[in-house]
């Protein structure tokens, strides 16, 4: 029956629910990553959401985006310094290494690379865990590291589907951001979610903004 699609409760509801929580999160995650510094809070905000949103939890996007975003700032923001300039730095050692060094000491570039790829595996984790964890800045950075090389399989995927996503970018930079802007950032944020979820779960985590509405209330 028609009226049963729409009721609060169904699957048809939720659905849609969900797909307008991702349409709104991408346009917050756009938005509040402007002024670039802040896009370590953004990505933090955005994971928050993402996977709630799995969990069934259905979060008041606006307002809980926003909470994250300004309760975690300083620790994202932080973090996105402290990768932006170690990144930085192998970049140029690479760089460096390429037009300085004679072909048969090319082989030493591999060590820049190996440690561009232990940045980037970091960073997957790190801001998620600081979504869901209320962690010391040094332990952010343990712990991604930990959780990256105990879940080896899931970080190839990312490291796997961030440089192919890299790679459109590049190639095809018009059509790319224009599906991006759309929900593409959330649907990819949505995608690492369920594998996030499921480790932040056994390590602990209660995925719910409920816990906080009735803390707020008191």
Same mark, same amino acid.
């Given at each position: 029956m028609p009226s049963s699609f729409f009721s609060p409760k169904s699957a048809g509801t939720r659905f849609l629910t969900s797909l307008c929580n991702l349409i709104l999160v991408n346009l917050l995650f756009i938005l509040s990553s402007i002024p670039i510094f802040t896009l370590g809070a953004s990505v933090t905000s955005l994971y928050r959401i993402t996977i709630a949103i799995l969990a069934g939890d259905n979060p008041s996007v606006i307002k809980d985006y #926003?909470?994250? #975003?300004?309760?975690?700032?300083?620790? @994202?923001?932080?973090?996105? $310094?402290?990768?932006? @300039?170690?990144?930085?730095?192998? *970049?140029?050692? $690479?760089?460096?290494?390429?037009?300085?060094?004679?072909?048969?000491? +090319?082989?030493?570039?591999?060590?820049?690379?190996?440690?561009?790829?232990a940045i980037a595996a970091s960073s997957f984790y790190s801001f998620p865990l600081l979504a869901w964890f209320d962690e010391s800045f040094k332990q952010l950075l343990k712990n991604s590291i930990l959780? !990256?090389?105990?879940?080896?399989?899931?970080?190839?995927?990312?490291? !796997?589907?961030?440089?192919?996503? @890299? #790679?459109? *970018?590049? +190639?095809?930079?018009?059509?790319?951001?224009?599906?991006?802007?759309?929900?593409?950032?959330?649907?990819?944020?949505?995608?690492?979610?369920?594998?996030?979820?499921?480790?932040?779960?056994?390590?602990? !985590?209660?995925?719910?903004?409920?816990e906080t509405e009735d803390t707020d209330k008191m």
């Open positions: #926003f909470k994250c #975003f300004k309760d975690n700032f300083l620790k @994202a923001t932080g973090l996105l $310094l402290l990768y932006s @300039a170690v990144t930085a730095f192998f *970049v140029f050692e $690479l760089y460096m290494i390429r037009i300085m060094l004679d072909e048969s000491y +090319q082989w030493t570039s591999f060590i820049p690379i190996f440690f561009l790829v959780i !990256a090389l105990s879940n080896l399989p899931v970080t190839i995927m990312y490291i !796997a589907i961030s440089a192919g996503f @890299a #790679f459109l *970018v590049y +190639q095809f930079p018009t059509i790319t951001m224009s599906i991006m802007v759309f929900m593409g950032f959330s649907t990819m944020a949505l995608f690492y979610s369920i594998f996030l979820k499921r480790i932040f779960e056994k390590l602990g !985590a209660v995925i719910s903004f409920k």
